[in-house]
């Protein structure tokens, strides 16, 4: 009973964790410098200058440029995972105070 307890208050821990994560990924989303710097200038336009000019590229300069587009793309996948996982935490939260008030 003790044991389960204190898991159902690390889930619940854990659970919130990942909603705040999320909602931070949600407002530095919405934030114009964030925009601006990562998603308009890093993510997008950069990217496309680099695709541009990858033809002109020698071997180093295209192996920067593919850890570029991973590194990209690696940042994206993060930001779209971390807010993924806390809106599933979300909707597990009713469900974990539920069995917690149940003991």
């Keep these: 009973m003790e044991n389960q307890e204190v ?7 854990f659970a919130e964790a990942k909603v705040a994560l999320a909602e931070a990924v949600q407002r530095l ?5 964030f925009i601006t710097v990562i998603r308009d200038g890093y993510i997008k336009d950069f990217a496309l200058t680099q ?3 990858c033809g ?3 071997d180093t300069q295209t192996r920067g440029f593919v850890m570029g587009m991973k590194a990209r793309g690696i ?3 993060y930001l ?21 008030e149940e003991d």
């Design 7 to 13: 898991d159902l208050a690390k889930a619940l821990e």
């Design 29 to 33: 989303e919405q934030n114009k410098d």
């Design 51 to 53: 695709v541009a000019n």
């Design 56 to 58: 002109a590229y020698d």
């Design 75 to 77: 940042l994206d996948d």
């Design 80 to 100: 779209y995972a971390m807010y993924q996982e806390g809106m599933m935490a979300k909707d597990s939260l009713p469900d974990i105070r539920a069995e917690m």
